[in-house]
């Protein structure tokens, strides 16, 4: 990661005024959007739309070629163009050509793409934004910072600042004051501007349509004052029919604002009328810049499915920290990782794409369903393959990929930390690791490993068994929580087997793009793993569950390894996390916790993987309340801990706050006590209360339940 970039993460988490907008926000967002959803079928809605868009990037010619006939038919100019040089070279042109010495334009991240405005500027003709936030940010000579809201990061009082200077004039920062003064600026513009530039939301091939949705009106004017307009549109934004429309109207307002329907819709269907009674000169640019690439690519196709609404950015934790702007000049957050490393460059990339935590939260919201964290994953693991692993991660993974030296390493630290430990925790460490426990304790390494604990637990004989895989945590820092699930299956009348050879899941590796490492974890695992007859094999750890269950088919797959495929698929079918198996043995009446307890107050943390990729979420709830907790729901329980694996080491300065977040919640149920089923959260929650000096205890569900096992 680079100097400059971590200046830039550092100075973004630490301006108030920035965090705390996004901080408000992102808040209010997720409670305005649920409400925008109510009544209507999500997953529907969004499967229609991915269904629709994923076929028109199957078929970019064919419906560039319908758009540009339709739209020729009905009087419009249609130039298409991979190359965004050209686009510009074309504005231009058109303009000279019609002596337009001004143009105003609407928002269109399309012209943030291709720098358009400076280079119209430098010709001499003068741009006029009319957006009320993206005139915010030209008068700022800034960037936006959001896709959907690009002034988002700034105050009013800045806001006013920057009104004052263009109106020379003192004003305070009274909010319809400053519409007023926007109004009163931007309404003669409309009407001097020779030549209106906009985006499209979306273009129909069968009619030669675009579609604006807006709220502020001045995408009508814009496109409806001036003689000349030129709509640029990306060809990501084609559709088949005009009906095609009603899901993306029903899904890009709701998603991108929590509104039901934007201010305003308009469709243009070929030129219209002037004031003069002579026709508008209407241009239509439909721009590759590599979406055709993108689509040919199997795995990168599903990212054309975007509608640009936004809301992938509104629910990331770390967007709601750093804001756009570190990631660069265009597109932001998760997808605009991904669009940055195709549109510009994948080296463009190689800083942004580690700010994702991988938590998920983005794909759950998408209603293109793209897999936005899986995608990441993939330019990950691209730069890995094109630049090599730094020498320090390839030297740990070749230690990783070697069980026996890595597990006799872990012992080793379990001697080499006694001097850094108190009690259960490291607190302080020396130089330069001293940032690792900043507002976090971590867990002591412990002096006996759980592989060593379990061949001296006594277990019945049973006829059904289950292989558990303990990774790495839990053997080598809270074996205690394997205990308590061993005893749990006992009790239920499973046998546990550990196989020895079982190593690290590959998760570390495969989150840092390394996916040759990963897969030589993942071969390894599924030999230790699949050596003994069993019924499950049960994790209590959600990102190993999720490695065994889903990531090693998808690693073995992407590095085109067929050999390990049907076995990787043979683990995955028999893979079980705890809290769903110890459920479906309750309800089998294979094990009975003991009834009519009063626990008291328990709140619950939803691991990031449990939830969402494995979306287990209510098995917990359900076993604390049948041991006799009181739940109370902390506000935003799925919101992610800021752990992240190896995240929480190598960006503490983001991890950090967002775990602050966490312990608030936490804190405001009132609840003496949170439970999790992932040891991750645990050592990240845990430690953090450890610093906080909160009496909060953490503690793994399978703990609590092993204490509460009828007689
Ligand atoms: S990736 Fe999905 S959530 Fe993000 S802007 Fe695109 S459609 Fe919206
Ligand atoms: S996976 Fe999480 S951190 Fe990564 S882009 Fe999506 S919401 Fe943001």
């Known amino acids: 990661m680079g100097t400059e970039f971590r200046e830039s993460v550092h100075r973004a988490v630490n301006n108030a005024n920035l965090t705390g907008a996004l901080g408000k926000f992102s808040e209010a967002y997720k409670v305005n959007r649920a409400k925008a959803y109510e009544g209507i079928d999500f997953e529907e809605l969004r499967g229609r739309i991915a269904e629709l868009k994923s076929y028109a990037a199957s078929h970019l010619d064919l419906l560039s070629d319908l758009f540009e006939q339709n739209a020729t038919a009905r009087g419009a100019t249609v ?12 504005i231009l042109k058109v303009a000279q050509a019609n002596g337009v010495k001004t143009v105003v334009k609407s928002k269109s991240m399309a012209t943030e793409e291709i720098h358009l405005n400076p280079y119209l ?23 936006p910072s959001h896709m959907v809201m690009p002034a988002i990061h700034m105050t009013k009082e800045q806001v006013s600042d920057l009104f004052s200077k263009e109106v020379n004039e003192r004003l305070t920062s009274d909010i319809p004051r400053l519409v007023k003064v926007a109004r009163d600026k931007l309404r003669p513009r409309f009407l001097e501007a020779d030549m209106g530039i906009s985006g499209g939301n979306i273009a129909v ?15 009508r004017l814009v496109t409806s004052l001036p003689r000349i307009h030129i709509a640029l549109v990306g060809i990501e934004k084609l559709i088949t029919n005009y009906a095609d429309i ?48 993108m689509a040919a690519d199997p795995k990168f196709k599903q990212a054309l499915q975007c509608i640009r609404c936004a809301s992938c950015l509104n629910v990331c934790p770390v967007f709601r920290l750093v804001g756009g702007h570190v990631f660069g000049k265009v597109y932001t957050g998760g997808i605009g990782t991904i669009l940055t490393a195709w549109f510009d460059e994948l080296k463009k990339s190689e800083d942004i794409q580690g700010l994702c935590i991988q938590c998920g939260a983005c794909k759950d919201v998408c209603p293109g369903r793209i897999d936005i964290p899986e995608l990441i994953m993939e330019i990950r693991r691209r730069l890995v393959q094109e630049q090599g692993l730094p020498f320090l991660q390839k030297a740990i993974y070749s230690v990783v990929n070697n069980r026996r030296l890595f597990h006799g390493m872990l012992r080793a630290a379990s001697i080499a930390g006694k001097p850094f430990t108190s009690g259960k925790f490291v607190r302080h460490l020396p130089m330069f690791l001293a940032d690792l426990t900043d507002g976090r304790s971590l867990p002591a390494i412990a002096s006996e490993p759980f592989r060593d604990r379990f061949k001296r637990i006594k277990q019945p004989e049973c006829t059904e068994k289950a292989a558990f895989y303990a990774g790495c945590l839990i053997d080598f820092a809270y074996p205690e929580m394997g205990e308590a699930l061993v005893r749990i299956l006992n009790r239920a009348g499973i046998q546990v087997i550990f196989p020895e050879e079982q190593t690290c899941c590959g998760a570390p590796a495969r989150y ?50 067929t050999e390990w495929i049907p076995k990787a ?73 800021g752990m992240g694996g190896s995240y929480s080491l190598k960006l503490p300065e983001i991890s950090g706050p967002i775990l602050q977040r966490k312990l608030k ?32 205890t953490v503690r793994h569900t399978a703990e609590l339940l092993a204490e509460q096992l009828e007689d």
């Open 121 to 143: 500027e430098k010709a001499g003709i003068a741009v006029g934004e009319t957006d009320l936030g993206e005139w915010i940010i030209q008068l700022a000579g800034q960037t």
């Open 246 to 293: 009603a899901p993306i109207l029903k899904a890009l307002p709701r998603s991108a604002t929590a509104q039901l329907l934007t201010s305003y819709v308009s469709i243009i269907t070929g030129p219209t009328p002037n004031t003069d009674g002579s026709m508008k000169d209407l241009h239509i640019i439909l721009m590759d810049n590599r979406r055709s690439e």
């Open 569 to 641: 698929r043979e683990l995955a079918a028999k893979t079980i996390d705890f809290s769903t198996l110890a459920k479906k043995l309750v309800d089998e009446g294979r094990l009975t916790l003991k009834e009519g307890r009063q626990l008291g107050r328990i709140t619950y943390h939803d691991s990031c993987h449990l939830k969402r990729t494995l979306k287990v979420s209510e098995q917990p709830r359900e076993l604390l309340l049948k041991a006799g907790y009181e739940l109370a729901e902390m506000f935003e329980c799925d919101m992610c801990c």
């Open 512 to 561: 840092n793009g390394a996916y040759e490492v990963a897969a030589g974890n993942a071969v390894d695992n599924i030999k230790a793993l699949l050596a003994e007859e069993v019924t499950h094999v049960v994790s209590a750890c959600p990102t190993c569950t999720v490695a065994l269950d889903h990531e090693f088919i998808g690693t073995f797959e992407s590095l085109g390894q």
């Open 79 to 90: 130039f298409r163009t991979n190359d965004p040089a050209k686009v510009r070279e074309y």
């Open 205 to 219: 091939a069968e009619t030669g349509s675009i579609v604006l949705m807006t709220n502020e009106g001045n995408a």
């Open 665 to 696: 919640n936490i804190k405001e149920t009132g609840a003496p006590l949170v439970a999790m089923d992932c040891p991750g959260c645990v050592m990240q929650i845990r430690g953090g209360f450890d610093q906080d000096g909160a009496a909060v």
